[in-house]
């Protein structure tokens, strides 16, 4: 599970514990992923801390590794990890953020399937579900966060069709705004964005990790198990309109 050290992913993880799962926990931020680890154990589950850089391919294939050394196997994997890339006017065009939004949301996702899935599919198959969201599925916003969403939602799509019938299904969740600290960044900047943002979903307000946490589960589920090659949007009716 990547970017577990927080917001969505730290969430999740505990979640997955919560269910019986026993955890890996990615981060590059040590800190909040060794509390995401210290968090389920103090409740009575079982995680482990790795820490890798998803825009490095030999971390990855690492992490993956270490995930089944420790617990024996991967049944499923969360690509969560992703920066928001640039948010003022002046970055629109900025390459360098551009360059690293997609080298951490696009790329880093590519590299995490590419080594989960080799492992999968001599063990069963499994589920892996990648953060896209709204922005992946819409066009408002920077090219540099909405094109490496659109990245995840394509390669969510491609991946899940090429596996489906191997036992292995790709989805992605596609949240609106979700009270995380990326998000609250954004907002601190300016009081009046909180509600600028709300006024966005149709629900008047900002969603929770939980309700993002929630919504992977469901999709590793067996409850999902005729689900693949989907971007399930959680936008408290954002798209809808």
């Given amino acids: 599970m990547t970017g577990g050290g927080s917001g969505i992913g730290r969430a999740t993880a505990i979640a997955f514990a919560a269910a019986g799962a026993k955890v890996a926990v990615d981060d590059i931020v040590d800190a909040g992923g060794h509390e995401t680890v210290r968090t389920i154990q103090n409740a009575g589950g079982e995680a482990i801390y790795i820490h890798a850089d998803v825009r490095d391919e030999e971390a990855v294939k690492r992490m993956v590794e270490t995930a089944v050394h420790e617990f024996g196997r991967l049944h499923f994997a969360f690509n969560n990890a992703g920066i928001s890339g640039g948010a003022r006017p002046e970055e629109f ?67 899940g069709m090429a596996y489906a019938a191997q036992g292995i299904r790709v989805n992605a969740v596609c949240p609106g705004a979700i009270a995380t600290p990326m998000v609250q960044r954004v907002m601190a900047d300016n009081p009046a964005n909180i509600k600028a943002i709300e006024n966005l979903h149709p629900m008047k307000r900002i969603g929770e990790p939980q309700e993002i946490a929630d919504a992977v589960l469901f999709l590793c589920s067996h409850r999902a198990s005729f689900i693949t090659g989907h971007p399930l949007a959680v936008d408290g009716g954002k798209l809808a309109g």
Avoid: Q
Avoid at 107 to 122: D, P, S, T
Avoid at 133 to 151: D, F, I, Q, R, T
């Fill in 93 to 159: 065009w900025d390459s360098a953020i551009f360059n690293e939004t997609f080298d951490i949301n696009a790329r880093g996702v590519f590299y995490c399937m590419k080594h989960e899935i080799a492992h999968m599919l001599h063990h069963g198959g499994g589920a892996i579900v990648n953060t896209a969201s709204v922005c992946g599925m819409a066009g408002p916003g920077h090219p540099s966060y909405v094109g490496s969403k659109h990245a995840v939602v394509g390669m969510t799509r491609t991946v």
